[in-house]
């Protein structure tokens, strides 16, 4: 018996014990492939034994000083090796502890803002429905997934959302991609109009999204006409890397290949490798002066931020995944993922589309290829291929309520960055079985 509240009461998951590589290990002894590193979190697999080292390193010298007394070498080194590495004039870093903690403070750095700059009316925030922003109740209420925000809506503060980059199932059959971004770009200036353009503070929005649509990239121009949008109006882009950031993509940062800088990014997930739990808002000179010019202060903090040993574990990830051929590594093996992905499920009646950028992508599964149509969600299919694919020994990120928070399942796949492609290959044979397997219950 568990005294553990599980995600599920209705199981008890089986017990990890051990990893290496792109592999898990049971206390079955069963092995296995770590398809979605976890949620897009171990990019360079499990057992690296620099991290480990770093980590030990750092315990060793200090394992923890309050940021209200002291700061850390190992800190100061991350924010230094962040900021000269963040695009644009994205200076500063602030140091949490993972995703929804980064999306929380860079909306009340957004807040703050504003206030030091004598704009104390700007309160709104706008973003995408079918986003996913994190699970604290402020990055929560941003997000734009209904089912994750129906239960606990009495409790969100106020926020606006607009139409998702879904070009799947939005795009109109005759409308380019400039078209269509366009097109969503005025749907944002619209509501920033409507709500008053001297009240909204920010739009927020993962530049390629991951959990609750699964891998979906921007179509061509539409980040720099959100940004032209976002700057007619003196409102703050706060990019969501949470998940799409550090690498993953094929790019340091996500929003490198659109050519855009926003004013705020957060990161977490792969900053760290799941070595330690940190994440980090990279914040412009901007916003750093607003602050240094005003009350001289951030009005935020929590116990962790800082940690040494998760800024430790965070260098040795940065160690790792800026090494030169890494990147071009994650480029040519996610551009080889797709390509499987193609060739074993392009012809399945039951995969509607197969998305992403880098080592990250979505397949979104429907009852009919030809229409569109997703499946009951009563069957519960990204349960069922979660399920089959585990009995393959392969691990992957299955989500429900992709189309609107009720309808619509995909897939989504995030290996860590050192896999090979035979590994590739044997993740695409063992998902196709799983995918059959389970539309064919």
């Known amino acids: 018996m568990t ?17 290496q590589g792109i592999y898990i290990t049971d206390a079955e002894g069963r092995d296995y492939i770590d398809g979605s590193g976890g949620a897009a979190v171990s990019c360079l697999g499990h057992g690296h034994p620099a991290i480990a080292a770093a980590i030990h390193a750092q315990v060793d010298k200090l394992a923890y000083a309050h940021t209200s007394f002291f700061t850390t070498e190992a800190a100061e080194r991350l924010g230094q090796r962040l900021s000269d590495l963040a695009p644009g004039s994205l200076d500063y870093a602030y140091l949490v502890s993972g995703g929804s903690e980064a999306v929380e403070a860079a909306l009340k750095m957004a807040r703050q803002y504003y206030v030091e700059t004598g704009q104390p009316q700007r309160r709104h925030i706008v973003a995408r429905r079918q986003s996913y922003h994190g699970n604290t109740l402020g990055a929560l209420a941003t997000g734009g997934n209904e089912w994750r925000r129906a239960q606990f809506r009495p409790l969100l503060p106020e926020t606006h959302h607009v139409s998702p980059c879904y070009a799947y199932r939005d795009r109109e059959p005759d409308e ?81 290949t659109e050519g855009v800088v926003p004013d705020l990014i957060a990161v977490a997930k792969g900053l760290g490798g799941g070595y330690q739990p940190i994440g980090a808002v990279l ?39 800026t090494r030169p051929e890494m990147m071009p590594h994650v480029a040519e093996m996610g551009r080889r993922l ?36 997703p499946f009951d969600p009563s069957r519960k299919m990204h349960a069922r291929v979660k399920r089959a694919a585990m009995e393959r020994g392969l691990l992957c990120y299955p989500m429900p309520g992709t189309i609107d928070g009720q309808r619509g399942d995909h897939i989504l796949l995030a290996p860590p960055f050192i896999i090979a492609p035979d590994e590739i290959d044997m ?15």
Do not use: W
């Open 3 to 19: 005294r553990l509240l599980h995600r599920s009461t209705k199981t008890t998951p089986p017990v990890a014990v051990s990893g």
């Open 427 to 441: 993740i695409v044979d063992r998902l196709g079985e799983a995918i059959d397997a389970a539309t064919a219950e």
């Open 338 to 373: 797709q390509g499987a992905l193609e060739q074993r499920l392009a012809q399945s009646p039951h995969v509607g589309d197969i998305r992403g950028r880098g080592l990250f992508r979505g397949i979104e599964l429907v009852a009919d290829r030809d229409t569109k149509a």
């Open 283 to 321: 914040l412009s000179d901007r916003i750093y002066r607003a602050f240094e010019q005003g009350s001289g202060t951030f009005q935020h903090g929590h116990t962790y931020i800082g940690h040494p040993v998760a800024a430790a574990a965070a260098n040795a990830v940065l160690d790792e995944i």
């Open 176 to 256: 380019t991609e400039i078209e269509y971004g366009t097109r969503l770009a005025a749907e944002l200036e619209n509501k920033i109009r409507e709500l008053g353009a001297e009240e909204v503070m920010a739009f927020v929005m993962e530049p390629v999204v991951g959990a609750t649509l699964g891998a979906v990239p921007p179509v061509e121009g539409y980040m720099r006409a959100i940004r032209e949008v976002c700057d007619r109006y003196g409102v703050l882009l706060i990019a969501d890397e949470v998940m799409c950031g550090m690498g993953r993509t094929g790019s340091l940062f996500a929003v490198e």
